[in-house]
């Protein structure tokens, strides 16, 4: 096993673990183990002066495979039955981190 065997497996058998730090949502109607991470979403408002995410409300990270679509900067989506858009993502290694607001009405 090489090291991207054993950071492969940790992701899958800890990180996306719902036992451990993943949670069970609904994302357009597919349940989906995300990781939340409103630090992270923080840390990036203050670095970059809050643009392209001062309207972001939810910051997670989802297995790329755990999608049914190909996440987009604008794209609507639904999250746990309520209505947001995709303002921010950034796709590393088969993951993706995806920072959504409310959605324009």
């Given at each position: 096993?090489?090291?991207k065997d054993v950071i492969a497996?940790?992701?899958d058998n800890v990180f996306f673990n719902s036992n451990?730090?993943?949670e069970e949502i609904t994302i357009d109607?597919?349940?989906?183990?995300i990781v939340m991470d409103s630090d992270l979403?923080?840390?990036?408002?203050?670095?970059?002066?809050g643009e392209g995410l001062a309207n972001s409300e939810l910051l997670f990270h989802v297995?790329?495979?755990?999608?049914?679509?190909?996440?987009f900067v604008g794209h609507d989506i639904l999250f746990?039955?309520?209505l947001y858009y995709i303002n921010n993502i950034q796709y590393?290694?088969?993951?993706y981190t995806i920072a959504i607001g409310v959605a324009r009405s």
């Open positions: 096993m090489n090291f497996a940790d992701i451990e730090f993943a109607g597919t349940k989906t183990n979403l923080k840390e990036l408002q203050l670095s970059n002066g297995k790329k495979n755990d999608l049914k679509f190909s996440p746990n039955e309520k590393d290694e088969g993951l």
